[in-house]
């Protein structure tokens, strides 16, 4: 199976405040993949900083 996605080491700050730090992952083709956590985890940031890159 491929990679679909692949980043390493992603991370963006906000002034002072680290929204995304140093974030690795890997999506498979064929592999169902979830980005799960609490509201103010980050996760919209980290999809954002994978789609403007």
Do not use: H, Y
Request: hydrophobic share 35%; aromatic share 2%; glycine share 16%.
């Amino acid at each position: 199976m491929s990679t679909l996605l692949q980043i390493e080491g992603v991370g963006k700050s906000f002034g002072g405040l680290k929204a995304v730090q140093n974030v690795s992952l890997s999506v498979t083709e064929g592999r169902l993949s979830a980005l799960i956590g609490p509201n103010g985890a980050g996760k919209t940031t980290l999809s954002r900083s994978c789609l403007d890159s």
